[in-house]
C-alpha cells in the first residue's frame, strides 16, 4: 500500500483553487491600476527602491507598466482557464516577481505570498480538469492527484499563521498599543473609531488575532471544528477587508479553505457533474521526486527564513534586519526623519541637496525610517554625484520611534554611508542599537 501522502485523491480542491487563484490575480493586477497603485508607484517615480542587489530592476518608460499590468491581468485570466497553464502561469510568476523585487515603498506580505504560490502551483498538476489543455489534449485529463499536493498548501499556510503568531508576543501587541494605533488611522467612520478605539476593543483585537493565527488551521484540520473555523475565518478575513482595505488578501487566505475539506466535498460543491473516483488507473502520477526534490527543500527553506532575525544583533523591530520574508504582517508603525548631508571630499564644502526632487511623497515616508532604503538613497546620492566627477560624502541624520515611542537616533550621523557596505547576513554597524539604555 502506498503511503497515505502519495494516495491518490479526488483533485477538486486544486482545480477549484486554481480558478480562484487565477481569477484573484487578475483582480489585484488590474485592480492595481484601477486604484491608482500602478501610477503612484512606478509611473510618478523617478526610480524605485528595489530589493538590495537588484536596483537595476526599474520600472520601464512611460506608462510601459501600465501594459505591464494589463498583460498580467489577462495572464491571471488564463491561469483561471487552464490555458497553456505553466506556460502562463510561468510568465505570470516572473512578471509578478519582477514587480516584488522593484519596489519597497509599498511593500507588503501578500505581494511575496502571491509569488510563492505561483511557484507552488507551476509545480502542481493543476490543469488536468475543467481547463482548456484538458480539453484540447484529453490525454492529461485526470480526476486525481497524490494527497500531498493538498498537504504542501495546507503547510504554507500553517506557516505563515504560525510565524504571524509568534510575532505579535512582543509588549506593544500584548498591551494592546499597536492594535489602537492601527484602527485610530484605519476607521474613518466617526461612531466606529469610537467603538473602536475604547481599550476593551482594541485588547480584543490584539488577543482575538493571536488566537485566530494561532488556531485557524488546527480547528481547521478536525471535521467537528471546520465550519465553525471556516465561519470565523470567514467574519476575520471580511472585517480586515473592510477596516484596513488590504486589497485581495482576505480574500486569497479564504480561498486556501478547500484544501482542509474532504476533496470529494469539494466536487460535489463545484463540480457536481464531475464523476466519482471509483478505481485509480495504474498510470496516474504520484510526482514523487517533485515532493521530495523541490517542496521538501523549499518548505525547509520557508521554516529557516522567518527565525533568522534571531541570529541578527538587534532587536528586528528597531533594525528591520530580517524584517521582510518573515511573516511579520502589521506589527508596528515606524514614524521619524531623515536629513542627508553631502559633503565634498576634495573641498569639504557641504553640498545642498533637494531630496524632494527625487522622491516622491510616499517614497520618502517609506525610507526615512528603514535603514536599507536610507542606505540605498544615500548610495543614488554617491552616483549621482560621481557621475559629474564629484566624490562626496553621504550622511544621514535619521531619528525614529516605533508605535509612538520616542524618537532615538537609528543612523550613525558620522558613518558615510556612500562607504558602507550592506551586510545581507549580519548587523550593520552604522545601525544604532541603543542596548545600553535598555
Aim: net charge positive.
Amino acid at each position: 500500500m502506498k503511503p497515505r501522502l502519495f494516495q491518490q485523491i479526488d483533485n477538486s480542491p486544486l482545480i477549484i483553487f486554481r480558478i480562484f487563484f487565477g481569477f484573484l490575480l487578475a483582480c489585484e493586477t488590474i485592480g492595481a491600476i484601477l486604484t491608482g497603485w500602478v501610477k503612484e508607484n512606478f509611473i510618478d517615480v523617478q526610480f524605485t527602491f528595489s530589493h538590495i542587489g537588484m536596483d537595476w530592476l526599474q520600472p520601464l518608460p512611460g506608462y510601459g507598466m501600465y501594459f505591464y499590468f494589463i498583460t498580467m491581468g489577462i495572464l491571471g485570466l488564463l491561469v483561471m482557464l487552464g490555458y497553456k497553464y505553466r506556460l502562463t502561469l510561468g510568465a505570470f510568476t516572473i512578471m509578478w516577481a519582477g514587480v516584488y523585487f522593484m519596489q519597497k515603498t509599498s511593500y507588503n506580505n501578500h505581494y511575496y505570498l502571491l509569488v510563492l504560490v505561483c511557484i507552488i502551483m507551476w509545480f502542481l498538476p493543476a490543469n488536468t480538469y475543467a481547463s482548456l489543455d484538458a480539453k484540447q489534449n484529453p490525454n492529461i485529463k485526470s480526476l486525481t492527484m497524490p494527497a500531498w499536493c493538498s498537504w504542501v498548501m495546507i503547510a504554507q499556510v500553517a506557516i505563515v499563521y504560525f510565524f504571524a503568531t509568534i510575532a505579535k508576543f512582543y509588549p506593544d501587541w500584548l498591551d494592546g498599543t499597536f492594535t489602537k494605533n492601527l484602527l485610530d488611522r484605519s476607521v474613518k467612520n466617526e461612531t466606529l473609531h469610537d467603538i473602536f478605539t475604547q481599550k476593551w476593543f482594541y485588547l480584543f483585537i490584539a488577543y482575538a488575532g493571536i488566537a485566530f493565527d494561532l488556531l485557524i488551521v488546527p480547528l481547521l484540520l478536525f471535521k467537528k471544528t471546520r465550519t465553525w473555523a471556516f465561519i470565523a475565518s470567514l467574519i476575520f478575513h471580511i472585517f480586515n477587508s473592510i477596516t484596513l482595505q488590504i486589497g485581495i488578501f482576505p480574500y486569497f487566505a479564504l480561498s486556501f479553505a478547500v484544501f482542509f475539506y474532504p476533496p470529494e466535498k469539494i466536487r460535489s460543491f463545484f463540480f457536481k457533474n464531475k464523476p466519482q473516483i471509483t478505481t485509480i488507473r495504474e498510470t496516474e502520477k504520484d510526482y514523487k521526486s517533485t515532493l521530495y526534490y523541490f517542496f521538501i527543500p523549499y518548505l525547509i527553506v520557508q521554516l529557516l527564513l522567518p527565525v533568522r532575525h534571531h541570529f541578527i544583533k538587534g532587536d528586528v523591530f528597531w533594525t528591520e534586519e530580517g524584517h521582510r520574508l518573515s511573516w511579520r504582517m502589521m506589527l508596528r508603525t515606524r514614524n521619524g526623519y531623515t536629513r542627508f548631508k553631502v559633503v565634498d571630499k576634495n573641498t569639504n564644502e557641504t553640498i545642498v541637496y533637494n531630496i524632494n526632487s527625487k522622491l516622491t511623497p510616499k517614497q520618502f515616508n517609506s525610507m526615512r525610517t528603514k535603514p536599507d532604503m536610507i542606505w540605498q538613497f544615500a548610495q543614488r546620492i554617491k552616483k549621482e554625484f560621481r557621475e559629474i566627477g564629484r566624490d562626496v560624502a553621504v550622511y544621514a541624520n535619521t531619528s525614529a520611534g516605533v508605535n509612538g515611542a520616542p524618537m532615538k537616533k537609528l543612523i550613525d550621523p558620522n558613518v558615510d554611508l556612500g562607504e558602507a557596505k550592506w551586510d545581507y547576513f549580519f548587523h550593520n554597524d552604522w545601525i544604532l542599537l541603543h542596548e545600553d539604555e535598555q
